[in-house]
Every structure is written in C-alpha cells, then in structure tokens.
C-alpha cells in the first residue's frame, strides 16, 4: 500500500522559508514523476513543482527561482525548499507521485500560511 505523507508545513512570515518533506513508503513500482501540487481556498489543485525519474524538474511560473523541488536517491523522500514566501503562496500542499500506468497516489496535504 503506498502511503505519502507531508509534513514541514506552517505558519511564516512574508520572506521567509520553509522546507517541505514528503515521506514515501510501499512504492516497490518504477516512479514516473514526483511532484508536489497546492490548493488554496476556492481554487483548483495546481502545480508547483515536479521532478522526473530522470531528475529533470519542472516548476511553476510563479515560484521559479524561489523553490527547489529534491528528492533522495532511494526515491523515498521528496523534498520542496520554499524561500522568498509570498502570502499568494498560501495554500494546502499535496505530495503526488505518478506511475507509468497513469495512476496517481496522493498525500493528505500540509498547510503552509504566509502572512504579510
């Protein structure tokens, strides 16, 4: 059974930092992508970052050059370093992993707050 679970998230002032993890455990499949998406209130899920099997990454426009998306070699642990925090950058956000066949497995979210 594959599990994700997210933890890091918080409360941060405006031009801070925060360091998402995302623990993984019974994915014994080949990975296609990890990501990790957000949903703010009233809004739909959107991405933020992902990063390939392969290790290239994609970001979204609005966070390039504030968040690094990393994961361990071991493909177990996934991280998102969030730096420069914007209050727009509020919002739940989700671990995502993506296999080959299609399916998507999801964690239960972590918060992430940033006051002005």
């Known amino acids: 059974q594959v599990q994700l679970v997210e933890s890091g998230g918080g409360l941060v002032q405006a031009g801070g930092s925060l360091r998402l993890t995302c623990a993984i455990t019974?994915?014994?499949?080949?990975?296609?992508?990890m990501g990790w998406y957000r949903q703010a209130p009233g809004n739909q899920r959107d991405l933020v970052a992902s990063i390939t099997s392969g290790g290239s990454t994609n970001y979204a426009d609005s966070v390039k050059g504030r968040f690094t998306i990393s994961r361990d070699n071991a493909k177990t642990t996934m991280y998102l370093q969030m730096n420069s925090l914007k209050p727009d950058d509020t919002a739940v956000y989700y671990c995502n992993l993506k296999r080959y066949n299609g399916v998507n497995y999801w964690g239960k979210g972590t918060m992430v707050t940033v006051s002005s």
């Open positions: 019974g994915s014994d499949f080949i990975i296609r992508t």
